[in-house]
């Protein structure tokens, strides 16, 4: 049982890519202005992420890396490329989407646009 767990903890990185496969949690909110998406991106910095919006899609990629000169003995922590898409429910106006990044958490606000706020007719008499 010993060797068993000795072969486990000497697996390199390379040799299980799947670990370092992941999926960043995403939260996507409607608010009276337009939507607001979250993303949970941990330990990354703000060049390690693309945001795209194309056709009401909006896109989210990148990826977390490790210390390449590392030689881990133990590997919790996710890593690697990712990419996050997501059909948003409304028009958007894409000239005033902004994008932050603050303690690990990227917000990417997406107004609506005027059109798609909507009017009220008022109802006329006869």
């Not at 068993?4 to 390199?12: C, G, K, N, P, Q």
């Not at 693309?50 to 881990?72: D, F």
């Not at 990227?106 to 008499?125: E, F, N, Q, Y």
Request: net charge negative.
């Amino acid at each position: 049982m010993d060797r068993l767990f000795e072969r486990i903890s000497a697996v390199e990185r390379e040799d299980c890519p799947a670990l370092g496969d992941w999926v960043p949690s995403l939260d996507l909110a409607e608010t009276g202005d337009g939507l607001v998406v979250t993303l949970e991106i941990p330990g990354m910095e703000r060049q390690d992420v693309e945001i795209s919006l194309r056709e009401g899609l909006l896109t989210i990629k990148g990826e977390k890396r490790r210390e390449p000169e590392a030689r881990y003995h133990h590997v919790e922590r996710a890593c690697g490329a990712f990419l996050r898409s997501v059909r948003l429910p409304v028009v958007v106006d894409a000239a005033r989407v902004t994008a932050t990044v603050k303690n690990g958490l990227l917000t990417v606000t997406l107004p609506r646009t005027p059109a798609a706020r909507g009017t009220t007719i008022p109802i006329g008499r006869e």
